[in-house]
């Protein structure tokens, strides 16, 4: 906010204080103590950053004084006030990212048919998109397992016949094309085997897939690199022409980290400059763990799409005035626990303590012993406890660590300056008295033993030297969150296997995937390197993974491989399986290379639980690959343990890791680094210089970025051949006058659903199936089923996403009476797809609404779960209570979201979804207004229009918020 002649009419302009630094330069901001009122002093820090905003964007529309002072005054109204906050920035990740950029694409054309300028078009919030999400594992350094394949894939991807196909590498016999392949020994047609044929991969001989060679180290990450690059082209070029096209906005390549690794490295500013004026950093982002960032003092959290797309274009989050739980840390670290230990000690006591939706702010003496990297850690994993955010104030450790990450002296000096005169910097050095909490719950971190969690949820945490009897304990059980219910008799089975001409054996637990993978803790150098340092011990004492583990080290940037390699730790994670495969999301994800085919054959033979062990934060049964049913959490060094050991039905104490080629037994504490050799090499390593190589190479872009050619247009040139980007009909009637929504009349209900119907079953998610509408769109652009993708690669496409909404095949439907993505054709009695039906309807001119029980959209919001029904012709839902984030998306549509009355329902009202509903909604309607449903069997009731502010009416109106801002500008 520029301080400009309007900028006296701020109504907290009294509030503007200046700050002198050691330069004399000057500069000004809002200084909360000047409202003189002693409350501020108790609040907690998080709440502190929520009413600095409310005060710096005070407008009197969409930040009103009354906001600001239910925020001074949280105590009272903690819970119940709603209040508007308005972040510094917003972080996109590519998934999330292309729909929003794609939507800001068609307003500048839409604008620019208006006579408008397309180019003021641009987001009013600073915004950061990362491109992360499109990495898989196709190459390793024990061979190449996925090789191009002129037949697309499974991946996130582009348009047809570009990308590689998902092969299963075979053990016992080669499945290429006679006379193609270069080994010269294939004996299987095509047309008998139906395996697919030789392919020819850059500057290698012309193989099939099953006789590829090994790949060296140096080479994995380029060409697995290359692959990304090539597999997602159409994607990329989109991006790249938004960062050139689009003002206030910042897209990082693929190649350089994942987003929360992004975030913290190089975009966190902890306190922000604009026009002169100084205010808190803060972010919403659209990946649930951008929680990580509280780990600085910066507050953000994780959004939904199109929440991401009001504050782009500038209107702020609404959120209740939040609950802080105040967690106290007490006592000493245990010498042999990571910080993954602790985020799992805290993340069970968290979550058992039940406080889902809360703001969580860390302080008391143990936080002290907490590195800056340790406190990313646990913030990340915020969203297993249920959390909003988990903040930890700026202190003497937070400023460290700037320090060390290459902070100018200037900028440190304003940022300390700033947040002590703010009350916004914590000290535990002095009796500076604690703020006030909601409640407050206590945590020895003396407790916090070495642990790992699974085998299928996050919140499970077993002792690591309970792990064996833990493991033979759920195969015990009947099915469940924890057991397997395996037999007594055969539990003790060992299937004989051939790999690479040697026989191995598996069992229960055997480990057949170990990943150090980017999100959790690759910020947190101190697991990273005790995991190097006890590679390199269990090397130099003879060692190694079996071969036929599927072993992968993702880090969440290039600063880890740095540090590992400066203090000389990598070669040995290689040589033991974990050489860099690259950088971004994979294993936790799914994006796992297959597993050999004799393993999985063996894993079936045995029906056998085998386990994964990675060091991310998602785990459940079946992610990482469908054969592999138990799956471990653990801390780098343990992922590394487990995978040396080839079984997590281990007791380390009593059993040793391994043997060394003399036959000495070798034990884990023998291999496992102190902790003050680990500190040693982290003061070491881990410098400035780190920190500005990564800068310098973010900033430059990498070669293969820097070649994808893409438009200097200011309007996005449309390919209408395009099956990934397509432009959205969201303006296709954009005028500038309003076109009121008026009255619903004559409606079909379009969906009969019950309780708890989540955004899982109304968004577009994972594989696209072969029957199924969005499968004969894509079909009749003459795409094949293995080129179909999936949607999340599809998310620029309206056309896909519309299809693939209500898509979901445990959608259950009251209108046809079981479940599937089928609804009926009330007219014709006709069963269809969901979106042949819309069409249908759309065709003959009904509206549409969707009934609907408790806790409608509820799950992790996603934009297309409001896009998909919006473009389906649904003009209101009408449900007995929201999952609040869903219904501000509905509103962000267009949709009017409506409740029944307390204790009514579609049953009560002894609907039957078949009837036509005509809904009286008047030009002035208000927040929280009842509204008149007319049935045509004569029966009617009353409904509350769930619009919680003028803004949300103005939005309704509108038809949106992408309309309500090109209007904006159209006027």
């Excluded at 642990?451 to 499970?460: A, F, L």
């Excluded at 609404?849 to 003009?875: F, M, N």
Aim: include cysteine.
């Amino acid at each position: 906010m520029a301080l400009t002649s309007s900028q006296q009419e701020h109504p907290f302009e009294q509030l503007i204080d200046t700050l002198q630094t050691e330069n004399n330069e000057a500069r000004k901001y809002f200084n909360p103590q000047k409202l003189g009122d002693p409350k501020y002093e108790k609040l907690p820090y998080c709440v502190r950053v929520l009413l600095e905003s409310a005060i710096r964007k005070c407008d009197g529309f969409y930040v009103k004084q009354e906001d600001v002072y239910n925020i001074l005054n949280w105590e009272e109204h903690q819970n119940e006030a709603e209040i508007p906050f308005s972040p510094a920035r917003v972080l996109l990740q590519d998934f999330t990212g292309i729909p929003a950029m794609v939507d800001l694409a068609a307003m500048r054309d839409a604008v620019a048919k208006n006579g408008i300028d397309p180019d003021l078009v641009n987001p009013k919030c600073p915004t950061d998109l990362i491109v992360d999400h499109s990495l898989q594992i196709d190459f390793s350094k024990c061979a190449i397992q996925n090789a191009p394949n002129p037949g697309g894939g499974e991946g996130h991807g582009q348009g047809p016949r570009s990308g590689p196909a998902r092969l299963s590498p075979r053990s016992a016999q080669c499945g290429g094309q006679r006379g193609t392949c270069s080994k010269g020994s294939c004996s299987d047609a095509p047309s008998s085997s139906g395996r697919p044929p030789a392919v020819q991969i850059e500057n290698t001989p012309l193989l099939c897939p099953f006789h590829l060679q090994p790949v060296s180290e140096q080479e994995t990450a380029l060409k697995n690199q290359e692959m990304e690059l090539s597999r997602n082209k159409e994607r990329l070029q989109f991006f790249k022409w938004c960062s050139k096209a689009f003002k206030n906005v910042s897209v990082i390549p693929p190649d350089t980290g994942s987003v929360h690794q992004v975030n913290l490295e190089y975009l966190s500013q902890v306190v922000q400059e604009s026009e002169g004026l100084l205010y808190p950093d803060s972010v919403v982002g659209t990946d649930s763990h951008t929680t990580m960032i509280n780990g600085l003092g910066i507050l953000g959290w994780g959004v939904g799409g199109i929440e991401s797309e009001a504050v782009m274009l500038g209107q702020p989050v609404s959120l209740t005035l939040p609950q802080v739980v105040g967690c106290k840390l007490l006592g000493s670290i245990n010498t042999l626990a990571t910080s993954i230990d602790i985020v799992l000690g805290i993340t069970k006591q968290l979550r058992q303590a039940g406080i889902g939706g809360k703001f969580v702010e860390f302080f008391g003496p143990g936080v002290s012993q907490l590195s800056a990297a340790d406190r990313t850690t646990i913030a990340n994993m915020c969203p297993e406890y249920n959390a909003t955010v988990s903040f930890f104030p700026v202190d003497d450790t937070t400023l460290k660590h700037f320090k060390q990450t290459n902070y100018s002296e200037e900028k440190l000096e304003v940022l300390e300056i700033y947040l002590k005169a703010v009350k916004l910097f914590r000290s535990y050095d002095d009796q500076t008295e604690d703020p006030h909490y909601s409640e407050v719950i206590e945590i020895n971190l003396s407790s916090i033993v070495p642990c790992v969690s699974g085998p299928k949820r996050p919140q499970d945490r077993v002792p690591v030297n309970c792990m064996k009897e833990d493991f033979l304990n759920c195969l015990n059980e009947k099915v469940g969150f924890k057991g397997f219910h395996i037999p007594k008799e055969k539990q003790s089975i060992m299937v004989p296997f051939l790999h690479g001409g040697t026989e191995y054996k598996l069992s229960h637990g055997s480990v057949v995937i170990a990943a150090v993978i980017s999100c959790t803790n690759n910020c947190n150098p101190s697991v990273m390197l005790t995991a190097g340092l006890l590679a390199r011990k269990a090397v130099e004492a003879g060692l190694t993974v079996k071969p036929y583990i599927r072993t992968s080290l993702a880090p969440g940037s290039g600063m880890v491989t740095h540090y590992l390699n400066a203090s000389g730790v990598l070669p040995y994670l290689s040589q033991l399986g974990f050489e860099v495969i690259g950088y971004g999301c994979a294993t936790c994800v799914g994006n796992t290379a297959p597993l050999p085919e004799c393993v999985v054959d063996a894993i079936k033979q045995g029906d056998l639980v085998a386990c994964g062990v990675l060091s991310g934060n998602r785990h459940f049964e079946g992610r990482l690959c469908d054969c592999v049913r138990a799956n471990y959490l653990a801390s780098p060094p343990l992922v590394v343990a487990y995978a040396i050991a080839g079984t997590i039905g281990i007791d380390f104490e009593k059993e040793p890791l391994g043997l060394t080629p003399e036959g000495k037994e070798v034990y884990l504490k023998d291999v496992w680094p102190s902790k003050e050799e680990v500190q040693d090499v982290e003061e070491h390593t881990v410098i400035a210089s780190i920190f500005k190589d990564l800068r310098s190479k973010m900033q430059k872009g990498s070669m293969f970025w820097n070649n994808i050619d893409s438009s200097d247009a200011v309007l996005f040139p449309w390919d209408p051949k395009s099956t990934y980007i397509r432009c959205p009909p969201f303006f296709s009637k954009l005028s500038k006058e309003i076109s009121l929504p008026g009255s619903i009349d004559n409606a079909q209900a379009l969906l009969f659903l019950g309780n708890k119907v989540t955004t899982d079953h109304i968004s577009p998610a994972g594989s696209i199936a072969r029957v199924s509408a969005a499968a004969r769109y894509l079909q009749s652009k003459r795409l094949t089923p293995r080129e179909f993708n999936s949607y999340g690669a599809r998310r620029g496409n309206d056309a896909v996403m519309t299809r693939g909404t209500f898509a979901s095949i445990k959608l259950q439907n009251r209108l046809i009476g079981k479940t599937g993505p089928k609804t009926l054709h009330i007219p014709s009695g006709q069963t269809l797809d969901v979106f042949e039906a819309a069409e249908r309807y759309q065709r003959d001119g009904v509206p549409l609404i969707i009934l609907a029980g408790k806790e409608y959209g509820s799950g992790s919001s996603r934009d297309w779960a409001a896009k998909g029904p919006y473009l389906l012709g649904v003009r209101a839902v009408i449900a007995e209570s929201y999952e609040k984030m869903h219904k501000n998306h509905l509103v962000g549509m267009g949709i009017a979201p409506l409740q029944f009355l307390p204790g009514q329902s579609a049953d009560s009202l002894e609907l039957c979804g078949k009837e036509r509903f005509s809904i009286t909604v008047p030009e002035d309607i208000s927040p929280h207004q009842e509204l008149s449903v007319m049935v045509s069997t004569g029966k009617s009731f009353r409904v509350v229009a769930l619009f919680e502010s003028e803004m949300d009416v103005a939005l309704y109106k509108h038809g949106g918020i992408l309309k309500y801002v090109a209007r904006s500008m159209l006027q």
